[in-house]
């Protein structure tokens, strides 16, 4: 198990191959490109074979996508708080609580 931070917050915990970010939408995600971000150095520090998985347990969904999917198609952007690359929502896979499994 691996702890990501940025500045003594937490960002996500690589457990396996699988790297889980708790969000909340209405904060996180950004409508512009209708898209979820991760900081640039993060991503690229996971392997190909890892999954994103994000969660939001306000409105009980989850979403994920492999970290090569992410490098692939997600475009970067810098808002001065260091570059993040964003992936528009339309790639991941999305789970609500109407739902048994995600994969």
Same mark, same amino acid.
């Given at each position: 198990?691996?702890?990501?931070? +940025?500045?003594?917050? *937490?960002?996500?915990?690589?457990?396996?191959?699988?790297? +889980?970010? *708790?969000?909340?939408?209405?904060?996180?995600?950004?409508?512009? +490109?209708?898209?979820?971000?991760i900081d640039k150095n993060v991503l690229y520090q996971l392997k190909n074979s890892v999954n994103l998985i994000y969660t939001d347990k306000n409105i009980k969904t989850v979403w994920a996508i492999p970290s090569k999917i992410w490098k692939e198609k997600g475009m970067e952007k810098d808002w001065n708080c260091g570059v993040q690359v964003f992936l528009e929502e339309k790639y991941f896979w999305k789970k609500d609580e109407s739902q048994s499994t995600l994969f």
């Open positions: 198990m691996k702890n990501f931070t +940025y500045k003594g917050k *937490s960002i996500g915990t690589l457990k396996g191959n699988n790297f +889980y970010k *708790s969000v909340d939408k209405n904060k996180h995600f950004m409508k512009m +490109y209708n898209a979820w971000g």
